[in-house]
């Protein structure tokens, strides 16, 4: 077995409302910031996996991803794999 480490990031949906989002681009122009726009916010996850070869452990990330770490209806996700 090889260990491998997963970075996640699951931002919402491009056609779902970010309210947390447009709450920190309007902070932007508090700041004196006004030309950075357009602000997603998501989360960024990072796992350790054990597993045979790289197609394993990404085929088991992708699976926890829809299963439990992203709301399908509401967000999307990327991630890469790495071996430790």
């Known amino acids: 077995m090889t260990k491998f480490q997963a970075e996640i990031d699951v ?5 779902i409302l970010d309210p947390q989002g447009k709450a920190v ?6 700041l004196g910031l006004a030309e950075i726009q357009n602000i997603r916010i998501g989360k960024h996850i990072t796992l350790e996996i054990e597993a045979e070869n790289a197609q394993v452990a990404h ?4 699976e926890a991803c829809k299963n439990l770490l992203a709301n399908l209806i509401m967000e999307s996700y990327t991630f890469t794999i790495a071996q430790v």
Not at 11 to 15: A, F, G, I, L, T
Not at 25 to 30: A, L
């Open 11 to 15: 931002m919402p949906k491009k056609e």
């Open 25 to 30: 681009t309007g902070s932007m122009k508090n």
């Open 59 to 62: 085929a088991k990330v992708d």
